[in-house]
């Protein structure tokens, strides 16, 4: 038995956090995997998350009971809201599917299945994206797993042209993933007027886009403007698939709150969509979990705790911000080698920072500095009292 079975490769973000977690240097610093630390290097729980969840949990009537298939109703039906806004053409007309998934990973993957069975079995990826894209289309049986340009290294920024050429070359059909904001891992976003033509060639080509939105609310602290992208291509008359992630901007990473929403042309295609999510769900999860769920729906569907749970997506926004210019400015005043504009320009989670595979190398050996070898670093893991002995190891390593 099991004579064919090898050791898988580890999964290289997750494998940068446990080797920073052996470390035991007191000056340490983890910027790689994208989750969100206070100014004190700690992992926040929101108040407004705390808040309810002692509701949720103190509640006499708490039971724990099975959750339909497609999930929690209060809560699929605020995610579309959320993500499509409340007056979406898609929503007033009733012409949506939404169904709870294990996060946004999961949400990616039911789309992925769904699409599959029902649409296309090729798919283009951003060149670069998220490392788990690849292995979620592939185990789920696609046979064309292509990529398309995205990053340009000369400007640090999107590579327009090239992208815009590519799409004009893509067989009709096709799926293209987009990530709907706050790029992981460029931190490039297309801006308005380049989603307007991007959605162009997309029509006139007849190719599917498939939104993963994992950060909305992280990029600009602002919901709508974080979805506008899904927003635009839906006006546009698109039907499209919507993958959403609780993780960052509820810090519920271990909940495995998401959900996958659909915009179709009719409400009677969305149910049948519908119907078939929740098949798939049946096979691989049977029902989500409720917990992640509950404290979402609360929240979405409450006017005052949703304004408490904005002033916080807003300070999380606001500390990533201020952690960019504080190590740009460091690193002007070090006269560090090399344009640093792009730290300040991008945005969301996560800085590209151009520096190669070696000075990543180097600086984790010299330094104890933990960013993944694409020279992607996750700004919240930097805080007032550690982003000068960041810029530093940056510095040093630079001029090695
Ligand atoms: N998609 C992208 C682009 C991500 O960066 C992440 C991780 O943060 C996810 C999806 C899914 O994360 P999760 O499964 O924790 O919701
Ligand atoms: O890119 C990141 O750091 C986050 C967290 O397999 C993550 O998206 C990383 C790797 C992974 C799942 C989540």
Redesign the pocket.
Known sequence: MFENVTVAPP????NIFSSYLKDESATKVNV????YRTDEGKPWVLPVVRKVENMIVNSPDLDHEYLPLDGLKSFTDASAKLILGTNSPVILEKRYCAVQSIS??GAVRLGADFLKRFHDKTVYLPNPT???HQSIFEDAGFTEILEYPYYNPKTKGLDINNLCDNLKAMKENSIVLFHACAH??TGVDPKEEEWTQIAKIMKEKKLFPFFDC?YQGFASGSLDKDAWSVRHFVEQGFELLVAQSY??NFGL?SERCGCLTVACQTPAKAEAVRTQLCKINRTVISTPPAFGARIVSKVLNDPELYKEWVSSLKEMAGRIKLMRRMLFDELINLGTPGNWNHIIDQIG??TYTGLTKEQCLLIRDKFHVYM?ESG?V?MAGLNTKNVKYFANSIDQVVRM
């Not at 999964?11 to 997750?14: A, E, K, L, R, T």
């Not at 790689?32 to 989750?35: D, L, Q």
């Open positions: 999964d290289p973000i997750f790689g995997i994208g989750a946004g990973t998220w490392a788990n992981n891992p994992a993780s960052k990473y989670m996560f993944t992607r996750s």
